[in-house]
């Protein structure tokens, strides 16, 4: 009778083994998929940041160009050469 147990419970841990093999594996694939998610948010805060800063710059330009229109021709003081 004790064969047979040992048979039994060679059975179970072998299936216990590949239970922990492909739950490492799925761990695996989920830690991939967060880091690739981190990488991902990352690069959209940039070019979010990237965008901000090119809108605001378009932004300011507008607004220059409009007192531009309303007061006659004048430069922005960054613009302005010094001699």
């Not at 880091?35 to 979010?48: F, H």
């Not at 330009?61 to 050469?81: H, I, Y």
Request: charged letters at 40%; aromatic letters at 4%.
């Amino acid at each position: 009778m004790i064969p047979t147990y040992g048979r039994i419970l060679n059975a179970i841990e072998k299936a216990l083994q590949e239970l922990v093999e492909k739950y490492q594996g799925v761990e695996k694939s989920l830690w991939d998929l967060v880091k690739g998610q981190e990488r991902n948010t990352a690069q959209l805060k940039r070019i979010g940041a990237m965008m901000e800063q090119r809108w605001g710059s378009e932004e300011e330009n507008k607004k220059e160009e409009s007192r531009d229109e309303e007061g006659g021709l004048r430069m922005a003081p960054e613009k302005v050469r010094k001699r």
